[in-house]
């Protein structure tokens, strides 16, 4: 069943409780990127137009309880500014009587903004006394955080139950964007994945690698591989006790004819810090002593080439330690040719660093896709259904 749509709810003089994803990252106390932020404004910009007032609200970080480092303060300029009106900003405990009574005197066009929902004990529990309680506030629920929409928390999905309900326009578009990876993908399809662990994305792969004919793997997580196929990678991170899954995604990808990618050369390191003497050796043949920090040339070459002509295109994760220089070169390489493929492919990136990367070079707006969501949009790629998703259908 589809989800419900903004349009399908009354809104005349009513208030609607939206859920947003403003988890965003602080740098000083301030706002350093305001994406989420701006990525809320559609949804709310159309209840507003339409006679409603919003109710804002959000987690930021994991506070346990009441604490000042996780007050949604930061975000009530950043939203101002980009909204073009003011937000009433309300700081006690969003379930709190103080905050009902606060919210008495918001009218049709006003936009309130409740404090961090994590400081509520019951949010990640899905307490049914808090779901009351935060659905009291409001006539009718919208969720638009989709990078939250894969936790079964309160404010999420529990709220979505005791009010009517639809998906806001971030959401929908996500879901709508991200759905095209999965089902009739365009071909030929293929996938770049990077990071740390490959524990964390071996549910990706398992349920990608019957869809896409490329598949290319960068970061730490290479470095599984290398080991499974017997190569010597120093101290570089590995998952030791991943080994033979390892093996068995080499087979799977074998048997289906999937052009599986592993690294063939490493930039390599003694220590693990910005602008580290290096060099580049063959992958499996790192020294004791060293460890990979990025993918090396000769890889970065394959692997853009064997993007070529493709017409989807999923990015997730680093191809190597980015924030440091000059580790950053296989993973901004990689940014500029996805970049270009999307003239006449349909690009996805997804995952707070790729995005951070695809940002940070200049070439966000050649994206077909940027998705708001890292862990919610890779859960989407293995098949789960979200929770979030799963309430407003
Ligand atoms: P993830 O959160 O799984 O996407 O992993 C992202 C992290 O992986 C980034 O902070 C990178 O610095 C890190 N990473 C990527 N490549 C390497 C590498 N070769 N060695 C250590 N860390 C890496």
Known sequence: MPMKTLDALELDGKRVLVRVDYNVPLEDGVVSDDTRIVASLPTIRNLLSRNASVILMSHFG???????????????????????QGVQYISSKPASAE?????????????????????????????????????????????DAFGSA??????????AGLLPHAAGFLLEKEVSQLSKLLNDAVQPYAVILG???????????????????????????AFTFIKAMGGKIGKSLVEDDKLDLARDILAKAKARGVNLLIPTDMVIAQEFKEHAENKVVPAGEIPDDWMGLDIGPASTAAYIAALQGAKTVFWN?????????????????????????SATAFTVVGGGD??????????APKIGHISTGGGASLELLEGKTLPGVAALE
Do not use: W, Y
């Not at 929902?117 to 935060?134: Q, T, Y």
């Not at 894969?150 to 709220?159: F, I, L």
């Open 354 to 363: 790729s995005v951070a990367a695809i940002n940070d070079s200049g070439n």
């Open 99 to 143: 905050t009902a009574q606060a919210l008495q005197s918001l009218k049709p066009g006003q936009v309130a903004l409740l404090e961090n929902v994590r400081f509520e004990s019951g949010e990640e529990k899905n307490d049914p006394e808090l779901n009351r309680a935060l659905a009291a506030l409001g006539d009718a629920f919208v969720l």
């Open 62 to 84: 994991r506070p346990k309880g009441v604490d000042d480092k996780f007050r949604l303060a930061p975000i009530v300029p950043v939203l101002e500014k980009a909204l073009g």
């Open 317 to 341: 994760g680093p191809m190597g330690v980015f924030e440091m220089k000059p580790f950053d070169t296989g993973t901004f390489a990689l940014a500029k040719a996805v970049a270009d493929l």
């Open 150 to 159: 894969h936790r079964a928390h309160s404010s999420v999905s529990g709220v």
């Open 195 to 221: 990071g740390a662990k490959v524990s964390d994305k071996i549910a990706v792969i398992e349920n990608l690698l019957p869809r896409v004919q490329t598949m290319l793997i960068g970061g730490a997580m």
